[in-house]
């Protein structure tokens, strides 16, 4: 009975460390956030990874394309995708929970927990 119960936390305990907590309020287009629910990444799929790479290269040309994935513009442009928020929302975001951001997207792909 207790392994079930230990089952049933993990899903839980996984979907809240998707979830950014911003270091203070955040007030875009006349509403004010606290937190933004990169859940999405769960069902982001290799074709959506290479879409998002695309855009981004296209975009910032010089980037180097074995790092992508570890670049502030893939971070944002994947945020935009799975959250289905605006751009500029997380180009507004402050540099503390801007950096946040970056961290916990890729570190998802890459296996690392995100957040502290």
């Known amino acids: 009975m207790e392994n079930l119960e230990k089952k049933d936390a993990a899903p839980e305990a996984a979907e809240s460390s998707l979830v950014l907590k911003l270091s203070k309020p955040y007030a875009f287009e006349g509403q004010t956030y606290t937190e933004v ?16 790479g695309k855009t981004v290269l ?26 289905q928020r605006p751009y500029e929302f997380f180009r507004g975001l402050p540099a503390r929970d801007g950096m946040r951001l970056k961290a916990m997207v890729s570190g998802f792909f890459y296996g690392g927990a995100g957040e502290e």
Not at 37 to 52: C, I
Not at 67 to 75: A, D, G, H
Request: aromatic share 2%.
């Open 37 to 52: 629910d990169l859940g999405g990444l769960e069902s982001v799929t290799a074709g959506t990874l290479a879409r998002v």
């Open 58 to 83: 296209q975009q910032a040309p010089t980037l180097n394309p074995a790092m992508l994935e570890s670049t502030m513009p893939f971070c944002i442009e994947m945020a935009v995708r799975v959250t």
